[in-house]
């Protein structure tokens, strides 16, 4: 007789959530409803807290406005952009799950040049639970992926790899370019017969990259307390560094820890292109300042007592301050913010935290209000 067969759960069903920072109605998830429907999801509503957000129904989610952050936070809450996208981390600190991916509300499911649907979150879930291989290059690329290895050369002791930490996808149709690159070429697509490379890389050790947090995914208890998306939006000189900021604190942090950060697998179809003009008043100081923060990050050194996420952003903190605060008093500011981010982070994840969370996840139902942390400050 056959047996009968078990449904498969879908990879990390409950180990995951998917952090979305919003503006406005979620009907972009109905298309990915296939994916996501068995994820918990947290919503991050920005801007206007009276402003009621529609979510597809069958989704099982919390949602935080810019009250509930105020209530969870209190002092703390400076920390936590307003009017940008940069308020997804608090998404983050939230959360209790080993696995975050973050993704924009105006990403939707692509399509590879054989016309089958992506399934972004499935192929994230693949490069984070498969080692990377920062500390020597392998020319075919993802040697972990069916149909590839390490090739000739490769030192067997390295072969092992190291965990992955970050999995960075990227885009078809509207790609993430800068201001004054969408300016030249206002009319740029990529579609999936232009540039789909399939392929899965390791961002070697020592070199730094542009990290886009629109289709993003991190081990949260690897790399977390670095992946914070920094003073951007209201009330700040500077916009659409947010990604950036935190790619270039947690990859040296991930040099520093021995962790992996891949790029590549999967893409997302991107559909909304803003506006350049706007886009470029945001970003401005931030093309002249990284003509500086590059350099500072390429020569940050951790000292070895840096043994925790924690203690590395920290140490990451005050280098800030001390080389980067007669650039701009902003990165006082920033330097400053990094800290009550980690404070904000251990408070909301202590042990004490992750067992009331465990507690409460055994007996509350999944709710669409905000759910209010009992936090003492
Ligand atoms: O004030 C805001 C504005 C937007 N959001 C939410 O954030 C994401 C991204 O918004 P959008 O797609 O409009 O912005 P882009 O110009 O495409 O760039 C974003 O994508 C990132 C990569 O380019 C970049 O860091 C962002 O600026 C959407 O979900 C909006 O709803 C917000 O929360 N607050
Ligand atoms: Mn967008």
Known sequence: ??????????????????VIPTIRNLDFLAMWRPFFEPYHLIIVQDGDPTKTIRVPEGFDYELYNRNDVNRVLGPRVSCISFKDSACRCFGFLVSKKKYIFTIDDDCFVAKDPSGKEINALAQHIQNLLTPSTPLFFNTLYDPYRDGADFVRGYPFSL?????????????????????????VKPRERNSSTGRYVDAVMTIPKGSLFPMCGMNLAFDRELIGPAMYFG???DGQPIGRYDDMWAGWCAKVICDHLSLG???????????????????LKKEYKGIYWQEEIIPF??????????????????????QVKEKLGPLDPYFQKLGDAMVTWIEAWDQLNSP??????????????STKSSILFGVTY
């Open 261 to 279: 950060v891949k790029t590549g697998l999967p893409y997302i179809w991107h559909s909304k292109a803003s506006n350049p003009f706007v886009n």
């Open 231 to 233: 003073l951007m939006g």
């Open 159 to 183: 072969r092992e790899g190291v965990p992955t930490a970050i999995s960075h996808g990227l885009w078809l149709n509207i790609p993430d370019y800068d201001a004054p690159t969408q300016l």
């Open 1 to 18: 007789m056959a047996h009968p067969v078990a449904p498969v759960s879908p990879p990390l069903k409950d180990d995951l959530d998917i």
């Open 297 to 318: 990050f390429q020569s940050v050194l951790l000292p070895k007592e840096c043994t925790t996420v924690q203690k590395c952003y920290i140490e990451l903190s005050r």
């Open 352 to 365: 004490a935290q992750q067992a009331a969370a465990n507690k409460k996840n055994e007996s509350t139902p």
